[in-house]
């Protein structure tokens, strides 16, 4: 591990450390900056994202127990940038003394989709109905219980749809099944029903270690081919009664886990069978800044973020309202253009309303590479909202090659 720069704390503020060096890790950054905090991050290399904008950053793997203490000795507090580091390193940084939030006795359960699901379904949290399954027997007795197709998932290692399988039938898992017992199948599959959703939203929370907690509206999250493309904030249409519900939900879970940080509850909306009322079920959780709340960097008066930072430090959390009416998230995934600053350069004379984010990340084929954001309209003028949809959506391809004009 090499560190480019010797490590500060500015009159006595703290040093968090953040292992992992992608773009939330980078999009911590300005609030650190604003907060007078001095930001740590544990890079997977001297070009990653954060690494790019964090002076700090030392190059290290976050599966080098080694490496990883080291970092954190430097650290007053450690949080994560992804849910990828493994039990055994998070267990000798606890041993170290590292004051690790979220902790991994809460970590565990948006790192493992089956400790996920029996503990929400512990607190009686509404789930898709769910099981483990290590064998063809058991795969099709959970089929012959809920139909065909299933949902098929790795347990550990998944994002953005990598590690879903949709299988009409067993044969679509024999890949799979031959694979139980090792990487992220060691506990065998996690099997749920395909759920009919009407959509998908999102409930943002915070939580201190002294418990006090705050909630973001609830948004609307839109993806493709797996990978959000747009998040709306908050939801359209969304019922009153199912957004209360959604919220008390997603604040029960980071009180009954002990999440410290940003939680993020992806939810399924549904219609209940029997009366119509709209109602949710939970996809999964994320406790770390999240891909449906980077509208809050310029929609809400404190940005997820700069709440992430606040949370882990245990300093009082910011307000978490929308500042406009409706906002907007567009990812900008890589496309066409290998160079953006030309493409950005118009964007900006063309909308000056919109803000740009992009992750200093190489261009690639469908990697997350950057969002735009727009913000206002009127709350009950759908026109209005439509048009800032039509905004965000032109820039992200804009920015993907997609359209040209
Ligand atoms: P990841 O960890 O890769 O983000 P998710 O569990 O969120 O994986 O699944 C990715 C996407 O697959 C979801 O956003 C949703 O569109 C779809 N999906 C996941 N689980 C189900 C399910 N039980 N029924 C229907 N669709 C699902």
Not at 167 to 172: E, G, K, L, S
Not at 382 to 392: F, Q, T, V
Request: with cysteine; hydrophobic share 40%; proline share 7%.
């Amino acid at each position: 591990m090499s560190s480019p720069t010797p490590l500060r704390a500015d009159g006595g503020f703290p040093v968090v450390g953040i292992i992992g060096g992608g773009q939330l890790a980078r999009m911590c950054q300005p609030p650190a900056v604003n907060l007078s905090l001095t930001l740590s991050v544990l890079a997977e290399s001297p070009t990653a994202s954060a690494a790019l904008v964090v002076p700090h950053s030392p190059v290290g793997e976050h599966t080098d127990t080694e490496a990883v203490l080291a970092f954190a000795r430097e650290c007053d507090v450690v949080t994560f940038d992804h849910e990828h580091v493994p039990t055994e390193v998070l267990a000798a940084l606890e041993a170290d003394g590292a004051v690790l939030h979220p902790s991994p006795r809460a970590l565990v359960h948006a790192q493992d989709k089956l400790a996920m699901r029996r503990r929400l379904t512990e607190l009686g949290l509404p789930c898709p109905r769910w099981a483990q399954a290590r064998t063809r027997a058991e795969v099709e007795a959970f089929a012959a219980e809920v139909g065909w197709p299933l949902v098929a998932k790795a347990p550990r290692g998944g994002y953005d749809g990598k590690g879903v399988l949709v299988c009409r039938t067993a044969d679509d898992l024999t890949g799979w099944l031959a694979g139980v017992g090792e990487g992220g199948l060691v506990d065998g599959i996690l099997l749920e029903e395909a759920v009919p959703f009407t959509r998908e939203l999102a409930a943002l929370v915070a939580r201190s270690p002294s418990g006090q907690a705050v909630a973001w509206p609830v948004v609307e999250t839109v993806q493709t081919d797996g990978v959000c493309t747009e998040v709306i904030a908050p939801a359209p249409e969304l019922d009153d009664e199912l957004a209360r519900d959604a919220v008390q939900g997603a604040l029960r879970i980071a009180g009954e886990l002990g999440v410290t940080g940003v939680l993020a509850v992806e939810l399924f909306e549904v219609r209940d069978p029997e009366g119509g009322r709209p109602a949710y079920l939970v996809n999964e959780l994320a406790m770390r800044p999240h891909n449906s709340g980077h509208w809050s960097i310029d929609g809400a008066v404190t940005s997820q973020f700069e709440q992430h930072l606040r949370a882990v430090l245990d300093l009082p959390l910011g307000d978490p309202s929308a500042r406009d009416p409706w906002t907007v998230m567009g990812n900008v995934l890589g496309g066409e253009h290998p160079d953006l600053y030309p493409t950005y350069r118009h964007l900006m004379a063309r909308d000056p309303g919109l803000k740009v984010h992009l992750y200093g990340k190489g261009v690639r084929a469908g990697r997350k590479i950057g969002h735009v954001t727009v913000g206002g309209g009127q709350e009950d003028d759908p026109a209005s909202l439509a048009a800032l949809r039509e905004r965000a959506r032109h820039a992200a391809d804009y920015l993907q090659g997609v359209v040209t004009e």
